[in-house]
């Protein structure tokens, strides 16, 4: 649960996200809009050939939605790729909260890329 929701329930004062440590944290802002986030994105867009900004973590769902219908490669790339993503930042986001552990976005882009190679085999 991201930190704005769980100040709003009581549990948490401090809302700072953990990646970039500007702003707080909300959905939107812990998968995509972040300086660390957003970065990490506009690289893995690049590797799948999709020349487009990232979006607002809605905006993401529907042009998902709208347009990777289907069962072709380039859709299920695409479909892992978002999967991983999303997987390996809230890791991210935890391992620095709770172990101290930061990684850089080129060895998180790596971790992911390999995450979507195994998974790829398996599709």
């Known amino acids: 649960m991201a930190k704005d929701r769980l100040r709003g329930l009581g549990y948490v004062e401090e809302v700072t996200y953990e990646l970039c440590n500007k702003e707080e944290e909300s959905i939107d802002h812990l998968f995509f809009s972040c300086s ?6 506009t690289v893995l867009l690049q590797w799948q050939g999709i020349c487009r900004m990232t979006m607002r973590w809605t905006d993401e769902l529907n042009w998902t939605i709208k347009c990777c219908k289907g069962r072709s490669i380039k ?3 695409y479909r892992l790729i978002l999967a991983e993503a ?7 986001r ?5 172990r101290g552990m930061k990684q ?19 599709v």
């Open 36 to 41: 660390y986030t957003s970065q990490l994105w």
């Open 86 to 92: 999303v997987y390996h930042v809230w890791q991210e």
């Open 104 to 122: 850089s976005i080129q060895e998180l882009v790596r971790e992911i890329v390999q995450a979507v190679h195994g998974r790829g085999r398996c």
């Open 75 to 77: 859709i299920e790339l």
């Open 94 to 98: 935890n391992n620095r909260i709770f």
